[in-house]
């Protein structure tokens, strides 16, 4: 959540240890975090990853974040979940500036931006992955 400390990554990674393969010190753009950035790739147990951008101010707290669920194919977008704020009211849902776009829409675009109420820090985004979507695939 804007405002908060950055995501403590070692703790998600022992909360959710048996979903987690491993954390990759790296983002989607191939970068390594920087004292105004956090950047990590999440691997999931069956493969699928969660890229983690977070810009940050000075004395490290989230200014805006970017969570990028990807599939094992690293193609198709399974959700993303963004914190950046919109000065046009046409692209501002009602959780300004937190928003989801779905796996069906992932482009930035008024229609396919969705409030997102409840997704707005790192470890309740990596919970819900981990109840509705990993936890549901075990045997």
């Not at 493969?47 to 101010?57: A, F, M, N, P």
């Not at 000065?87 to 937190?98: C, K, L």
């Not at 309740?124 to 075990?138: A, K, N």
Request: aromatic share 10%; proline share 4%.
């Amino acid at each position: 959540m804007i405002g908060d400390s950055k995501s403590n990554l070692k703790e998600i990674q022992k909360a959710f240890r048996d979903a987690i393969q491993e954390i990759r010190e790296t983002d989607s753009t191939g970068k390594l975090s920087s004292i105004l950035a956090q950047r990590a790739t999440i691997v999931f147990s069956d493969g699928s990853l969660l890229y983690i951008t977070e810009i940050l101010t000075k004395q490290e707290r989230i200014e805006l974040y970017h969570y990028d669920w990807i599939a094992s194919d690293r193609i198709t977008v399974l959700g993303k979940y963004h914190s950046e704020p919109h000065e046009d009211e046409n692209y501002q849902t009602d959780t300004e500036p937190y928003h989801v776009h779905s796996p069906k829409h992932p482009t930035l675009n008024t229609e396919r931006r969705y409030p997102n109420h409840s997704h707005t820090d790192l470890f309740s985004i990596v919970e819900g992955i981990f109840f509705f979507h990993l936890m549901p695939q075990r045997k």
